[in-house]
């Protein structure tokens, strides 16, 4: 019963989000000032932990594959799938869920045990569309370009310890790169982040906006935001992998 009257709040708070604004050009500054505070200002670490994992990816894919009947292309052409259809757009997924998801919960969450969310509603404005929408469309415009970053860092991540650690030579693992490829995967890596960007943002969202209570229930929310969220992106991973690849 306790899950079952959580999806109903949280799927009337989402009927209440996506009313029709009712001020369409601010809602456009604050779209791009959550792309900016939630999307550009996650660049960094998106790229950082990109470029590290694909180096990971390359080198341990090298010393296991250390076989003369593999041939070295495969190193590439194992690197570029592992980026694509899982680190990319799931990894990547979680790792916002932790630094994005956190945010909106306790900014949200603040403003509500502040009362701030309650003179907003006094005034006669829809909190929820005020407060959570603009974050929605941001996340979901900015997202599949963090995505497409991580892929282009990743497979450069690979390719440089790769050709630096002497484990294969660039021709090998470009032509690694360029083999079979599908492209597909992309629009596949690109579809599961559009769907974990809605989850993150919403779920973080609900959790911040229903809190009770002073600044420890703001600390707890942000934590079970962040929770909920890793795993429902886990949950959608496995049924969206089951509809888009099968």
């Avoid at 469309?137 to 370009?145: E, G, K, Q, S, Y």
């Avoid at 892929?151 to 440089?160: D, E, K, N, T």
């Avoid at 600044?215 to 949950?235: D, F, P």
Wanted: glycine share 8%; no cysteine; hydrophobic share 50%.
């Amino acid at each position: 019963m306790g899950l079952l009257r959580v999806l109903g709040d949280y799927f009337l708070l989402l009927r209440r989000v996506f009313s029709r604004p009712q001020k369409g050009k601010l809602y456009y500054k604050l779209i791009l000032r959550e792309i900016d505070s939630l999307g550009v200002n996650s660049i960094g670490i998106v790229a950082v932990i990109s470029a590290f994992m694909g180096a990971v990816f390359t080198l341990q894919l090298a010393y296991n594959a250390n076989n003369p009947f593999v041939p070295n292309f495969l190193i590439g052409l194992a690197a570029r799938d592992s980026i694509l259809l899982e680190f990319s757009s799931t990894i990547v997924g979680l790792i916002l869920a932790g630094k994005v998801g956190s945010n909106i919960a306790s900014e949200i969450g603040s403003m509500r045990v502040s009362e701030q969310i309650d003179a907003m509603e006094i005034m006669g404005v829809n909190s929820a569309s005020y407060l959570i929408l603009p974050k929605i469309v941001a996340t979901v415009l900015f997202n599949p370009f963090l995505t497409i970053l991580s892929i282009f860092v990743g497979i450069f991540g690979g390719w440089l310890v790769g050709v630096f650690t002497g484990v294969l030579t660039t021709q090998n693992y470009i032509e690694g790169i360029q083999h079979t490829f599908v492209p597909f995967y992309v629009t596949y890596a690109l579809v599961k982040t559009v769907v974990f960007a809605f989850l993150i943002t919403s779920i973080s969202s609900y959790y911040g906006y229903t809190v009770k209570g002073g600044s420890i229930e703001v600390g707890r929310s942000s934590t079970k935001a962040v929770v909920v969220s890793s795993i429902t992106i886990l949950l959608f991973n496995l049924i969206l992998t089951q509809l888009l690849l099968k």
